[in-house]
């Protein structure tokens, strides 16, 4: 079992930065794939980000290229969303994700970006 828990969501103005944060139970040395999902009210759940945690490779949604990165950081045991150029479209509850053997799940933080 992986545990994960989000954080760093909030109220932000539209055009300001957040980052989101994504502490894992276990040594991230061992999980094969991390990503943040969303989703907005009466929308479907949709991938935002993803990072392959021993390659480092990356790939995000259109709609967020060029404003969010997506990292991880060892000693932390975490995987950070660092959101700039916020749209009110970007409001939305954040998931973060796990994959190592199986599917894992947080229990989402909330992003409003306000115009």
């Known amino acids: 079992q992986v545990h994960l828990v989000e ?19 276990e040594s991230i040395f061992s999980i094969n794939t991390m990503a943040w999902y969303r989703q907005a009210p009466g929308n479907e759940r ?3 980000a993803t990072i392959t945690i021993n390659g480092g490779g990356t790939n995000y949604a259109d709609s967020v290229k060029g404003r969010f990165t997506i990292s991880r950081d060892y000693a932390k045991n975490t995987v950070f969303l660092q959101m700039n150029s916020l749209k009110p479209e970007d409001t939305a509850v954040y998931y973060c994700y ?3 053997r199986g599917e894992y799940w947080g229990k989402g933080t909330l992003v409003t970006v306000s115009s």
């Open 7 to 25: 954080s760093g969501g909030g109220l932000v103005q539209a055009g300001g930065s957040l980052r989101l944060s994504c502490a894992a139970s």
């Open 98 to 100: 796990a994959y190592k």
């Open 46 to 48: 949709e991938l935002v």
